[in-house]
């Protein structure tokens, strides 16, 4: 099955640095690559994806690159802000039909912007 | 905060003890899903189910099981057959109009007394 590696366990920066998380996975069919993230007590929110057809996307002060050559993908945050804090989570998929998409996660990244 | 309701929040189970974790959602989704989530272990998917009566193991199903008897309902049993079910539980659904796009509830913390 899918293995996704996910770097760093925890990140630590500055309010306006930016944040980078890197994910690998193993399986080079998948083909589907979302970003979710987790704040303190809440539950897992979608914050950008990726698909294998494409290799940057951009959504304001976050941005997602892929490169499926390396069967790697990254997640950037520019001009971080305390706000930003939050446990942040990679997954892979590949599409198995009808209205069913099976996510393999990474363990997740505790990102902490410090004021 | 409506859409997928899991209940209750806080849940203790007893040595030996079957307990269920309830998910309803009113979104018209046709996939849902059961994650568990321990600290520094991401989620890991318990079982999902595509379609009414249909349901399928994931990566940990070993002391757990499920039923889909109605669409908008996914209830997850940790049976006495799991050694660890301390854990935190999140449902999660998707739907066609959606995608691959996971909404998930707010969780249920089981705990064992």
């Known amino acids: 099955g899918e293995n996704v590696e996910q770097h760093p366990s925890t990140l630590s920066v500055q309010e306006g640095d930016s944040a980078v998380i890197k994910c690998t996975y193993s399986?080079?069919?998948?083909?589907?690559f979302p970003w979710y993230k987790q704040e303190l007590g809440k539950r897992p929110q979608l914050i950008i994806d990726?698909?294998?057809?494409?290799g940057e996307k951009k959504d304001q002060r976050i941005a997602v690159t892929l490169n499926k050559t390396a069967k790697h993908f990254s997640l950037h945050i520019t001009e971080t802000q305390p706000e930003d804090s939050a446990v942040y989570f990679c997954?892979?998929?590949?599409?198995?039909?009808?209205?069913?998409?099976?996510?393999?996660f990474g363990k997740g990244t505790l990102l902490t912007v410090n004021p | 905060d409506g859409g997928i309701t899991q209940s209750p929040k806080y849940l203790f189970r007893k040595e030996g003890q079957n307990v269920t974790l309830s998910c309803e959602q009113n979104?018209?989704?046709?996939?849902m899903y059961w994650y568990r989530q321990d600290p520094g272990q991401g989620l890991r998917l318990i079982y999902y189910?595509?379609?009414?009566?249909?349901?399928q193991k994931g990566d940990i199903a070993e002391g757990y099981s499920v039923s889909r008897e109605k669409k908008e309902s996914f209830p997850l049993t940790v049976t006495s057959a799991q050694k660890n079910p301390t854990a935190f539980y999140l449902c999660?659904?998707?739907?066609?109009?959606?995608?691959?796009?996971?909404?998930f509830g707010s969780g249920t913390q089981l705990s064992v007394l």
């Open positions: 999660a659904s998707t739907g066609f109009a959606t995608n691959e796009k996971l909404f």
């Open positions: 399986d080079s069919a998948s083909n589907y």
């Open positions: 990726i698909r294998s057809n494409v």
């Open positions: 997954a892979a998929s590949k599409y198995s039909g009808g209205s069913n998409y099976k996510l393999t």
């Open positions: 979104l018209n989704h046709d996939a």
């Open positions: 189910s595509q379609i009414v009566n249909d349901f």
